[in-house]
């Protein structure tokens, strides 16, 4: 049973830049799985950030593109976030999750099955 | 503003079916399967539904996903008091780069 553990700072100044990182247990990161992540302001809606494979590859929200970087360390089996130049606006519950994709008859096919119990991180000089 | 548009609540009486919609465009939901995500506050989204229809081990068979061309809905059937949760919908997006794009979510209240 894979379980994903976020961590990092809770809070973080601004104009900083917010580092998290995603320990992935009972499983590899190098499965056929993609890593992501995920945050929810305080009151609001799920935002994609983007993910990674265990090769590298990775996939960013273009509303954020510039602003991040995800990594994966295999020897650590985790993964991990920077998002720099940070504001109030990125203050917000992260999450990290398993995402599986592949290509179907009926499309694209992209779904996170596994999450972990997210980390608050709060963006206060 | 969320890519997908949902209803910000719904609502309905024990036993009750409910349907929550989810409507997208050609990018995503029209060429892309969709997913559910159910939330409870203050705990991290569950997969509901994925590839449109299917449900993963342990959901209930009261909930079921469609889609039909740019839309799709989730219902649930049979509707209990601990199904009270938030509903997201979501789909990749083949737009720019690519991406995942969620609904604003629903609030789901049993009366």
């Known amino acids: 049973q894979v379980q994903l553990q976020e961590s990092g700072p809770g809070l973080v100044k601004p104009s900083g830049t917010l580092s998290l990182t995603c320990a992935v247990s009972g499983g590899s990161i190098s499965s056929s799985n993609w890593w992501s992540w995920v945050r929810q302001p305080p009151g609001k809606g799920l935002e994609w950030i983007g993910e990674i494979y265990h090769g590298g590859s990775t996939n960013y929200n273009p509303s954020l593109k510039s602003r991040v970087t995800i990594s994966v360390d295999k020897s650590k089996n985790q993964f991990s976030l920077k998002l720099s130049s940070v504001t109030a606006a990125d203050t917000a519950v992260y999450y990290c999750a398993r995402g599986l994709s592949g290509l179907a008859v009926a499309g694209t096919f992209y779904y996170m099955d596994v999450w972990g119990k997210g980390t608050t991180v709060t963006v206060s000089s | 503003q969320s890519v997908l548009t949902q209803p910000p609540s719904a609502s309905g009486t024990p036993g009750q079916r409910v349907t929550i919609s989810c409507s997208g465009s050609?990018?995503?939901?029209?060429?892309?399967?969709v997913n559910w995500y159910q939330q409870f506050p203050g705990t991290a989204p569950k997969l509901l539904i994925y590839s449109n229809n299917q449900r993963p081990s342990g959901v209930p068979d009261r909930f079921s996903g469609s889609k039909s061309g740019t839309s799709a809905s989730l219902a649930i059937s049979g509707l209990q008091s601990e199904d009270e949760a938030d509903y997201y919908c979501?789909?990749?997006?083949?737009?720019?780069?690519?991406?995942?794009?969620f609904g604003g979510g629903t609030k789901l209240t049993v009366l």
């Open positions: 979501a789909a990749w997006d083949d737009s720019l780069t690519g991406r995942v794009v």
């Open positions: 050609s990018s995503n939901i029209g060429s892309n399967t």
